[in-house]
């Protein structure tokens, strides 16, 4: 079974600038997630889809960063514009998102990205 | 959700049982206990989960207390390889994971 495929692996890009990641859930996954884990600190939820609707963004700072899922399929996470404490490493995962059942969360590799 | 304290760093001979512990005083009824773990470089890896009753699986097992205030994580066995940051996460369940704390940092030495 493939897992879930994050790009690019790496990114570095000037404050200011504008930045998107991509992520490939695990076929068949409705619930897909985006966290972002500053160095030293776990993983923080950004935003959390059940197919294609948002279940929570609560953290995501919605006046520089945005996501969707077209389709409730894949999904891209934007940083616009970007600052240097956004440097961070973008976890992507996904789950079965059964209703009412624990379905675990299968993570991709992230993407790190520095900003300076 | 529930908020979990946990040791920042613990060691354990490789062979040896692992247990990690992980205080979560202010635990609702309906509030699930899951185990996550990160080894460097990669995204989490679960674990397992419970809500009561005590739980095994091929990784590990996790002891909750009878008051759910507190959990004990055990590699029965410990590896090189469970080398790993172990993220102790309280949350009602379904599929809804959130913020996980900073975790205690595992280190299986030979």
């Known amino acids: 079974e493939a897992g879930v495929a994050q790009s690019p692996r790496y990114k570095i890009i000037e404050k200011r600038q504008s930045v998107a990641f991509w992520c490939n859930p695990i076929?068949?996954?409705?619930?897909l997630y985006w966290y972002q884990q500053i160095l030293g600190q776990g993983p923080k939820l950004l935003i959390q889809f059940q197919n294609n609707g948002v279940v929570d963004d609560s953290q995501l700072p919605k006046d520089r960063f945005s996501a969707e899922r077209l389709k409730g399929v894949d999904s891209t996470l934007k940083i616009q514009p970007a600052k240097l404490e956004d440097s961070a490493v973008y976890l992507c995962a996904s789950s079965l998102g059964v209703r009412g059942f624990y379905t675990e969360a299968f993570f991709g590799q992230g993407t790190r990205l520095t900003v300076v | 959700d529930a908020k979990t304290t946990q040791p920042p760093s613990m060691d354990c001979a490789e062979g040896r049982a692992a247990n990690l512990p992980c205080n979560h005083s202010?635990?609702?009824?309906?509030?699930?206990v899951y185990w996550y773990r990160q080894i460097h470089s990669q995204g989490p890896q679960y674990i397992i989960h419970g809500l009561k009753n005590n739980e095994t699986n091929e990784m590990a097992s996790l002891i909750i207390t009878e008051d759910r205030k507190s959990s004990t994580l055990i590699l029965p066995h410990a590896t090189l390889r469970d080398t790993a940051v172990y993220y102790c996460i309280v949350s009602l369940g379904g599929s809804y994971i959130p913020t996980f704390g900073r975790g205690t940092s595992l280190i299986v030495h030979p």
């Open positions: 076929s068949g996954h409705a619930t």
């Open positions: 202010t635990i609702s009824g309906n509030e699930y």
